[in-house]
């Protein structure tokens, strides 16, 4: 995808999740986020938004220490206050993105063709993630992913994330996992080991198969898709690895 076009799904993303806090009880519990009410869920979204900008608008290079990290969050609001704060990281964000240079220069944690892309595609997805989190607490039924961005954050997840050597996704035994959408796309083949995943393109006998829409496995393989939405073939315990060790926290 294009930058412009991660630009334009954050956009919507942000959105979505801004009319779906508006109507919402901050104590509302989020399902999808077992430990956190609504508040805890606009407050870790706004603060990510703030902490993004702050790489992009002035060109750190490096991880930002306690101090600038909390700097960039700025004060934490009280609930009255939340959504118009969370508009505002959102609209900033947005404003950086759009407004710097095609050669920025800053920090990254993920492969990307160049830093404006990285930020661009990490917060459009972590601003979607979050977006279901945000349905799903105000009782509104999830609202459909574009498929192209869907593979996308797949791709994101399972060929960024999961393939670091920090990374928990492991097996005392090789296991294979394919990931195969059903509208299209090329399928993936995850292979979990004691040794960081390694991931392939294409169809091959694996210990699970999961087949669904691109929509479908997003929100799967982010964990925030129940097995039972999806086909499965296989050692359905697989996924029981998955959902304790593929996750992605802020820490």
């Not at 801004?18 to 109507?23: K, L, Q, R």
């Not at 519990?29 to 702050?54: E, F, I, S, Y």
């Not at 290079?61 to 505002?88: I, K, M, T």
């Not at 972590?126 to 992913?145: I, L």
Request: charged residues 25%; aromatic residues 8%; negative net charge.
């Amino acid at each position: 995808m294009k930058i412009s076009e991660h630009i334009d799904a954050l956009r919507r993303e942000g959105a979505l999740f801004a009319d779906a806090i508006a109507t919402t009880d901050p104590d509302a519990p989020v399902p999808t986020c077992p430990d956190w009410q609504l508040r805890d869920l606009v407050r870790h979204t706004g603060q990510v938004h703030r902490w993004a900008t702050a790489y992009v608008a002035h060109g750190h290079q490096g991880p930002l220490d306690e101090a600038a990290q909390e700097a960039a969050w700025g004060p934490v609001p009280a609930d009255a206050a939340l959504v118009g704060w969370f508009r505002e990281g959102h609209a900033g964000l947005l404003e950086a993105l759009e407004n710097a240079p095609a050669e920025l220069d800053c920090w990254a944690f993920l492969p990307a063709p160049s830093p404006l892309a990285f930020w661009a595609r990490r917060q459009a997805h972590e601003t979607a993630v979050h977006r279901v989190d945000a349905e799903a607490a105000a009782g509104r039924a999830t609202s459909p992913t574009d498929g192209a961005f869907a593979l996308d954050g797949i791709g994101e997840l399972v060929d960024g994330f999961l393939v670091g050597p920090l990374a928990r996704l492991r097996s005392a035994q090789e296991r294979t996992l394919l990931i195969r959408p059903t509208d299209g796309a090329e399928p993936w083949l995850v292979r979990i080991s004691q040794e960081p995943v390694r991931v392939e393109r294409g169809t091959a006998p694996a210990d699970c198969e999961v087949d669904g829409t691109a929509h479908q496995l997003y929100l799967l393989l982010w964990n925030r898709l129940p097995l039972t939405r999806v086909e499965v073939s296989g050692d359905r315990t697989l996924f029981d690895l998955w959902r304790e060790t593929a996750q992605i926290r802020w820490s």
